[in-house]
């Protein structure tokens, strides 16, 4: 083998050609024959559903009997005794009359399994049949009494036709007469729903032969069309790729620079001047220590001060970058930790609530969310004029919720004159987690809604949750 391939020496295009045509070839062989079992798959479930469909019409229409047949008599019924045997006749008379088609009747059974009524089968009349089996040993007359029972339903089982003799499947629906202990109903056979779905399913197989035939013709006559087009694409796309590529390395890069540039200037205006002050305050103690002056004791408390400022920043700027409490408590903590913050910094009426839910967040779906309310709040302070702002979490049937809503004036030219990177970066977070971001903005504020799906939801542990404590949950959802 070794010496036959040294002897084949292809080119790079014949390569790549066989790459895409052995591939692309068996591709379509393939695709043949699935789409062939495909269809037969298909046809098979629109048979099923034709018989769904004309069995429950069938069922309609045996509804409909009874609910006519019952309003034609229930003046009698729903002003006769339970013992009244003279009312009982009249009814029996009037469902005896109440043949309709070839084969249907309306039958009346007591409670105990004795027939009443059975107008084109009168050897059952006046006998008990609790016992009676049909050939696949289901005890028809018991379905028909424990349904009547329940109230109302339908039941399929098997029963002699009245015109040959011979058992045939049918579709009964019974009902009752509670106060005269009595089971009614009426059946429809439906060994012409049975000839039709066969009718359908031969017909169905001989278009999905033809359809397979058609398929391997087509597919044989454009393998040299559809190569040459995957090559073309596949071309076009690796250029494409590759340009996304050169452009999300570029974002990254741009998004790890934005950080540092927040994070240097957090250092130089916050921490920076502080530590310059806490230098100052120390020299001009050095300095009064060395004069004997008083006042040195003051300037070390001004330094000390100022130390702990510094050290207070240090914390604000770890925790914008990863809040430990995101961690060690969750995301309901985190939330209202960053929103009581946000209330001393801006003076800014901030309320956060959620509602408990037993459900944990995984810890990408926190880390968005989190990142989501910061940046929320950013916007909040810099650009709406917002005098309050609100964020709820909840969690729910399809997922979790985080909503920030505020009164301010709503996204503007004005306050937003171009779109900025955050609302894209919220889009994007979303989109990764096959979320939803939701931004509604008016004059009288902006609401922005972000759903996480269930797939981001992690089961509760149910070693760690008791049900007395179920209800006496923290703020933290998850």
Avoid at 135 to 161: C, D, M, S
């Amino acid at each position: 083998m070794r010496q036959l391939l040294s002897y084949i020496r292809l080119t790079y295009a014949q390569k790549l050609y066989l790459l895409a045509a052995v591939p692309l070839i068996c591709a379509a062989s393939a695709i043949a024959i699935l789409v062939a079992a495909q269809s037969r798959t298909s046809a098979e479930r629109e048979i099923a559903s034709l018989e769904t469909q004309l069995i429950e019409a069938k069922k309609r229409e045996l509804r409909n009997y009874v609910t006519q047949a019952r309003n034609g008599f229930y003046f009698i019924y729903g002003s006769a005794e339970p013992n009244d045997e003279t009312a009982k006749q009249q009814v029996m008379q009037i469902l005896s009359a109440m043949i309709y088609g070839d084969e249907g009747f309306f039958f009346v059974y007591d409670y105990d399994g004795n027939n009443l009524v059975s107008p084109r089968q009168t050897d059952l009349i006046n006998k008990n049949w609790w016992d009676l089996s049909d050939k696949e040993g289901n005890k028809v007359v018991q379905e028909f009494l424990y349904t009547a029972r329940a109230g109302a339903g339908y039941i399929e089982h098997f029963w002699p036709k009245p015109s040959t003799g011979e058992e045939a499947r049918m579709i009964t629906y019974v009902t009752s007469f509670p106060s005269w202990r009595w089971a009614v109903g009426t059946g429809v056979f439906i060994d012409d729903v049975r000839e039709t779905v066969a009718a359908s399913r031969a017909e169905v197989e001989a278009r999905v032969q033809s359809t397979f035939y058609w398929i391997g013709a087509i597919t044989l006559a454009s393998v040299f069309v559809v190569f040459l087009s995957g090559l073309f694409l596949n071309i076009r796309e690796r250029r494409l790729a590759d340009a996304k590529l050169k452009e999300l390395t570029q974002r990254v890069f741009d998004a790890q620079e934005d950080e540092r540039g927040r994070v240097a200037r957090e250092l130089h205006d916050g921490i920076s001047q502080i530590l310059v002050g806490v230098k100052f305050a120390l020299d001009v103690a050095r300095r009064h220590v060395s004069s004997g002056d008083d006042r040195a004791t003051d300037q070390l408390d001004k330094g000390i001060a100022n130390l702990t400022n510094a050290i207070t920043e240090v914390r604000r700027i770890s925790r914008d970058l990863r809040p430990g409490v995101l961690d060690d408590l969750g995301l309901g903590p985190a939330l209202k930790a960053l929103t009581d913050e946000f209330r001393t910094r801006t003076g800014i009426h901030a309320r956060f609530s959620t509602v408990v839910f037993r459900n944990r967040l995984g810890q990408d779906a926190k880390i968005a969310l989190y990142r989501i309310a910061q940046e929320a709040l950013t916007n909040v302070e810099r650009h709406s004029g917002a005098t309050e702002v609100q964020l709820h979490l909840r969690g729910h049937r399809k997922g979790g919720t985080l909503r920030i809503e505020d009164n301010g004036t709503g996204i503007t030219e004005a306050n937003h004159p171009r779109p900025g990177i955050g609302l894209r970066n919220m889009q994007e977070r979303m989109e990764q987690l096959d979320g939803e971001l939701k931004v509604l903005s008016s004059r009288a504020g902006t609401v922005i809604e972000a759903s996480i799906p269930l797939s981001h939801m992690l089961p509760p542990e149910p070693d760690k949750i008791s049900p007395d404590k179920t209800n006496k949950a923290a703020d933290a959802p998850e």
